[in-house]
Antibody
């Protein structure tokens, strides 16, 4: 069955850029039936959608993060990635990669059906 | 920016029924989804498209929608239902996914 696995640094310095990669195994990222997204959760707080990408490269971002976020896809490696610039302590969180279904109209709003295990990222000098 | 509003916490005795609400202006036009999250775990969807229960989710979980509010109902609450619950939807244009702030369910 399909699995997602995040990889990247657990510690980032303030003002630096976070780069995370999600590797998809057990299935293809090049499916027209899914978006691939990033969601984060600060310690003790709620979930925040960061953004999602379609295999073709179409992206949607949280407006509050849009100026700092880039999500990209590498179909040859079956991976998608998150880049978040100008990190601050407020970006300290568990970062999840996730898959959510879509339909023929590429509707963004559907439930996440597969989550990565999550990776803790701490912003500290 | 668009927001979904949930009560921060609810508490209920075992065997009772509890309802968790989620309010947002675009909910009449966008489906809502509900997740259950237990400590240290990724969320699990318990209700899809306002009221559909995924396979494997107990029948005591149900969802409904009325205007700008969607409701998650848990009937006959069990101790194992103690968790955080989040609603998810999108803004009216469907280009921005948003989560509610979460509701902590305590089983007394």
């Amino acid at each position: 069955h399909l699995q997602l696995q995040e990889s990247g640094p657990g510690l980032v310095k303030p003002s630096e850029t976070l780069s995370l990669t999600c590797t998809v195994s057990g299935g293809s990222i090049s499916s027209s039936n899914y978006y691939w997204g990033w969601i984060r959760q600060p310690p003790g707080k709620g979930l925040e959608w960061i953004g999602s990408i379609y295999y073709s490269g179409s992206t949607y971002y949280n407006p509050s993060l849009k100026s700092r976020v880039t999500i990209s896809v590498d179909t040859s490696k079956n991976q998608f990635s998150l880049r978040l610039t100008s990190m601050t302590a407020a970006d300290t969180a568990v970062y999840y990669c996730a898959r959510h279904p879509t339909d023929s109209r590429q509707n963004l709003n559907d439930a996440v059906d597969i989550w990565g295990q999550g990776t803790m990222v701490t912003v500290s000098s | 920016s668009y927001e979904l509003t949930q009560p921060p916490s609810v508490s209920v005795s075992p065997g009772q029924t509890t309802r968790i609400t989620c309010s947002g202006d675009a909910l009449p036009n966008q489906y809502a989804y509900w997740y259950q999250q237990k400590p240290g775990q990724a969320p699990v969807v318990v209700i899809k498209k306002d009221s559909e229960r995924p396979s494997g989710i107990p029948e005591r979980f149900s969802g409904s929608s009325s205007g700008t509010t969607v409701t998650l109902t848990i009937s006959g609450v069990q101790a194992e239902d103690e968790a955080d619950y989040y609603c998810q939807s999108a803004d009216s244009s469907g280009t921005y996914v948003v989560f509610g702030g979460g509701t902590k369910l305590t089983v007394l």
